[in-house]
């Protein structure tokens, strides 16, 4: 990978997004992060944000920053990434069942009120919303994406990082990635 690519770590909330940015900075690759967002219970190694990637459009100054890094980016700010950069997307995905299980016990350790809609709903919701993410990421013009699914990661983690090291042209090294995996955060298992 060269030094003026920017790896984009985006998905739905709650599906390894930071995950997939603590094996990218174990595996060698710089991430640009300024840990504001301190690690919690719900995320106990970390967010790996920065907080600028949440003032997008308005404030895109930072990526000549992020070139030759990773950065995570929400999903629904990925459309506000500037055309002229070249940007290589590892796009999180996870059962939904899991992600709606595991955003609604982040909501109540937080004192939040889950939302009246039925899980059926909301999983439709969350359906819909990533083919939008997808979408976006598919029309702009300086985008490569691998999707990866956290599920296969916690399975089977060394074909799948074995793709991302390959994605990124040999720039991580799966075997410390590896060291990432932790079954034991692997706590909302829908079966």
Do not use: C
Request: aromatic share 8%; no cysteine; proline share 4%.
């Amino acid at each position: 990978m060269d030094n003026e690519t920017i790896v984009i770590v985006s998905g739905l909330p709650r599906s390894g997004t930071s995950m997939m940015m603590e094996m990218l900075a174990k595996g060698g690759l710089d991430v640009l992060t300024d840990d504001i967002r301190e690690a919690d219970e719900d995320n106990p190694k970390g967010y790996y944000e920065y907080e600028r990637v949440k003032k997008l459009p308005d404030d895109t100054e930072w990526l000549e920053d992020a070139k030759g890094k990773a950065v995570k980016v929400l999903g629904e700010l990925i459309k506000f990434l500037p055309e002229g950069y070249r940007y290589k997307v590892v796009f999180m995905e996870r059962e939904l069942d899991e992600v709606i299980e595991s955003q609604e016990k982040m909501l109540k350790r937080k004192g939040m009120d889950e939302d009246e809609l039925s899980k059926a709903e909301l999983k439709q919701i969350l359906k819909d919303y990533k083919r939008i993410l997808k979408d976006n990421i598919k029309s702009h013009p300086d985008m490569d994406v691998i999707y990866l699914s956290y599920n296969d990661i916690m399975s089977y983690p060394e074909p799948v990082l074995e793709s991302v090291s390959a994605f990124l042209d040999g720039a991580v090294n799966v075997k410390d990635m590896l060291a990432v995996v932790d079954d034991e955060l692997y706590r909302n298992r829908v079966d």
